[in-house]
């Protein structure tokens, strides 16, 4: 698993832009297979938010992007794990990020 390190701070109420760099088992940038998704955790585990990568920038090789709304349901003070999946050449590859509600 790779891992992308913190993505930043947002404001309870604010947007968080998401972006995923997909790469092979050489860390070549590659498309993926399918659309890539990503899961928002707590601190304690459990599941916030769920989504995909669906923004599929024209001419960027595996590149894709999204937003997340950070609503009500997140706690200023928290910092939250994203964890993004995708498939490349029929293996499940994922990454790991995190953000940081203020």
């Known amino acids: 698993m790779l891992d992308i390190g913190f993505i930043g701070n947002v404001a309870a109420g604010g947007v968080l832009p998401l972006a995923l760099q997909c790469r092979d088992a050489s860390l070549r940038s590659i498309e993926p297979t399918g659309t890539p998704s990503y899961v928002i955790f707590k601190t304690d585990g459990s599941t916030i938010a769920t989504g995909t990568m669906s923004i599929d920038p024209s001419g960027y090789l595996g590149f894709r992007m999204d937003s997340l709304s950070v609503g009500n349901s997140y706690e ?27």
């Open 76 to 102: 200023p003070g928290v910092l939250y794990t994203v964890r993004f999946d995708y498939k490349v050449d029929g293996v499940d590859r994922s990454c790991v990020g995190s953000f940081m509600v203020v």
